[in-house]
């Protein structure tokens, strides 16, 4: 089963308040990864776990928050959300780092109002 | 400047034709991933060809690892075919590994 799930598919949200996305995968993946992705726009990785460190890339730093309580699960924490947080947030994982194919899921379509 | 470039940045086809993408990139690549977005957002992997040619149904990579290239054909064109086409590189940034994405080629395919 190479299957990424994300919970929920849809999320609205109001701004200021907090949002937080699950994803889980139970291909026993090292690596989990969150992406925005924008209308128009390639891809934005975010942050990713590999095992139990966490890497949040330097421009989304302080926006973004992450927990991975085991192996299957991670999910994405937004604290305060902003009109600039609507996009498609995707997860993905993979079998280590650096030379391992990604898994996507489908995504959750996040509108903040 | 981009480090994926991918050519074209869009394409309408008639449901039957061919199409050829194009993916260059300007590092060396270890990873190298071909993904299609559907219309509604899902990302699915459809190839992962560090080098050498892969064929999936209608669908051939080939990526010529010496020269910074990969190429996605897409034979008998389908209306479901229609959506976004994203290459991506695996670069490593200090102890870490990132893929590198191009802007995607937007395929439209009318019946």
């Known amino acids: 089963d190479t299957t990424v799930k994300q919970n929920p598919r849809y999320k609205l949200a109001r701004v200021g308040k907090p949002v937080n996305l699950i994803c889980s995968q139970t291909?026993?993946?090292?690596?989990m990864y969150w992406y925005q992705k924008k209308p128009n726009q390639a891809p934005k990785l975010l942050l990713f776990?590999?095992?139990?460190?966490?890497?949040r890339e330097a421009d989304t730093f302080e926006k973004f928050q992450s927990s991975r309580p085991n192996n299957s699960f991670c999910s994405l924490y937004i604290g305060s959300a902003g009109l600039e947080y609507s996009a498609m947030y995707l997860c993905a994982s993979s079998r280590g780092l650096g030379d391992a194919e990604q898994f996507f899921g489908p995504g959750t379509r996040l509108t903040v109002l | 400047g981009q480090q994926v470039q991918q050519s074209p940045a869009s394409l309408v086809l008639q449901e039957g034709e061919n199409a050829e993408l194009q993916c260059n990139f300007s590092?060396?690549?270890?990873?190298l991933q071909w993904f299609y977005q559907h219309p509604g957002g899902r990302l699915v992997s459809l190839f992962y060809?560090?080098?050498?040619?892969k064929h999936t149904g209608r669908l051939t990579s080939t990526t010529v690892t010496n020269e910074r290239r990969s190429s996605l054909h897409i034979s008998s064109s389908q209306t479901t075919d229609s959506g976004t086409y994203f290459c991506a590189i695996d670069r490593y940034v200090g102890d870490n590994s990132k893929l590198i994405w191009g802007l995607g080629t937007s395929l439209v395919v009318n019946p």
């Open positions: 291909m026993n993946h090292d690596t």
């Open positions: 776990y590999y095992d139990k460190i966490l890497n």
């Open positions: 060809n560090p080098s050498g040619t």
């Open positions: 590092s060396t690549a270890t990873r």
